[in-house]
């Protein structure tokens, strides 16, 4: 008899950046022609081959924002599932970098209260946890 298929999920690891600057928080607005377009995220992204999480996100705040960052604490970390494609992301700190952000990738960039991050649309793996980023924020 046949197995019963089970569906498999293709979980990705990604990298996020909590950048800080008089209590305020980093955001981008997620680029047109991408996967959640318009939300407000924070800085990072995908996790390649041969990386360490560490290299990953120096290397993604390096692509989106133009800056060279020293990469802090893992602050948080969690698991969301979009239908077949699951993302694992792990939540940095980020106290200090060189150079001014730009949005060199995204539609915007904004420093906001991490009250505000409640207003906003953000990615469904981010609200489900912001009680635990907020935490991690401090707030
Ligand atoms: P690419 O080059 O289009 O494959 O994309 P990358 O490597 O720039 O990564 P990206 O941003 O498309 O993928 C990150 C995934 O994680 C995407 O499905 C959105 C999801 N995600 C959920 N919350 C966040 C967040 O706060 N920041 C980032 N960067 N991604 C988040």
Redesign the pocket.
């Known amino acids: 008899m046949r197995k019963p298929r089970v569906k498999k999920i293709h979980w ?1 690891p ?1 990298v ?1 950046g909590l950048l800080k600057k008089d209590k305020k928080i980093l955001v981008g607005q ?1 680029p047109e022609n ?3 377009a318009g939300l407000w ?6 996790i390649e081959i041969g990386e360490s999480p560490e290299q990953a996100l120096a290397r ?1 705040l390096n692509e989106e924002l133009g800056i060279e960052a020293d990469i802090g604490q893992l602050k948080l970390a969690c698991t ?1 599932s ?1 239908g077949d494609v699951g ?1 694992v ?1 792990l939540f940095y700190e980020v106290n200090y970098w060189k150079g001014e952000p730009k949005a060199k ?1 995204h539609l915007m960039l904004e420093w906001i209260y991490p009250q505000e991050l409640k207003l906003r649309p953000i ?1 469904e ?2 609200k489900k946890i912001l009680g635990d980023i907020y935490k991690a924020l401090g707030v």
């Not at 995220?41 to 995908?46: A, V």
């Open positions: 990705i990604v996020a997620r991408h996967s959640l995220e924070f800085p990072g992204g995908k993604e969301h979009y993302i992301i990738h990615p793996a981010n």
